[in-house]
């Protein structure tokens, strides 16, 4: 299994679109991430509205739709980045063009809201990358996080070795081609046309902030839609920020025993703790790419290209 549409490596001298598909943000805080970019040769262009600020969002669903439309057309740019996640791009969606944002040769760089984007590239044969949001280069990071973005950027390997590796739940070994991102978005998109479609993939699942309870409903809705089980393997990151908010009125349970007694049953392969999502130092994943899961070894590996050389 390949993915049907790979991007095309970002070439030397390649221009980074820098958008805001969700939640607003400012001009200095993507900064370092363009300095980042000059670094690496590339060229950062923010576009018109990246920066707009209207209700909670980075300006209204048309103008966000058409930055990210615009990136997509537009011959000079190589690679589509958002700013930051938060909330609202699945208002997006009516104003989108998903066959062409699949087929553009162009990465969609981000995650936690980004998320509903890459269902729906992954969805219609494409590739995302599923990897830190422009405005993460104000924290320091391990080198690791960047060599794993650089090196999906230009169709490399996305797994460095210094990258930690996650940890067994249940054993066993998986193909399939790489979906998921942010729990919070794959329940959400359960019955839109281009939501999560788990058959035959290996799903990653990670969020941030989530009570204990809502982890365990988002987990059982998922279960209970009868499609989580026709996947092949399950990639856990961390539910950050979710142990040690239970609402007293109803009690809790540490993530980790949420997670395993929802998946358990499901008999499919298991890793818990890799590098991705919500924490500080996180690898970038190319959503819609083949790969294949160890749980025993606690890696991913990638099994073919997921970029494509230019016409």
């Not at 970002?10 to 943000?25: E, H, Q, Y």
């Not at 067994?168 to 959400?188: N, Q, R, W, Y």
Request: aromatic letters at 6%; hydrophobic letters at 40%.
């Amino acid at each position: 299994m390949r993915p049907r549409f790979p991007f095309h490596p970002v070439p030397d001298r390649g221009t980074v679109a820098l958008i805001s598909p969700s939640s607003a943000t400012k001009a200095e805080e993507v900064q370092n991430a363009i300095k980042w970019l000059e670094g690496e040769g590339l060229k950062g262009r923010p576009m018109p509205h990246a920066f707009d600020n209207f209700r909670f969002f980075a300006g209204t669903d048309e103008d966000r739709a058409k930055d990210l439309m615009d990136a997509a057309k537009d011959p000079e740019v190589h690679a589509i980045w958002c700013c930051r996640g938060g909330y609202g791009a699945h208002r997006l969606f009516p104003f989108l063009d998903f066959k062409l944002l699949a087929t553009c040769g162009k990465p969609l760089i981000g995650f936690s809201d980004i998320t509903a984007l890459h269902l729906a590239i992954v969805r219609r044969g494409g590739v995302g990358l599923h990897g830190p949001v422009a405005t993460q280069l104000n924290r320091e990071r391990e080198p690791w996080v960047w060599e794993s973005l650089h090196n999906c950027l230009r169709g490399g390997d996305p797994i460095p070795a210094a990258a930690p590796k996650g940890k067994m739940l249940v054993p066993g070994k998986a193909e399939g081609l790489l979906d998921g991102g942010c729990l919070t978005l794959l329940a959400d998109s359960i019955g839109m046309p281009l939501g999560l479609d788990p058959k035959g993939k290996i799903i990653l699942i990670e969020d941030t902030g989530e009570r204990p309870h809502r982890v365990d409903a988002m987990l059982t809705h998922l279960i209970q839609g009868g499609r989580l089980k026709e996947a092949r393997g399950i990639v856990i990151g961390q539910m950050v920020d979710t142990d040690g908010t239970a609402d007293p009125s109803i009690g809790g349970a540490p993530w980790r025993e949420i997670v395993e007694e929802r998946l358990k049953p499901l008999g499919l392969p298991v890793i818990t703790d890799y590098p991705f999502g919500h924490i500080r130092h996180l690898v970038t994943l190319p959503v819609g790419a083949a790969v294949e899961m160890d749980s025993e070894a606690g890696t991913l590996r990638f099994k073919g290209p997921y970029t494509r050389s230019r016409d």
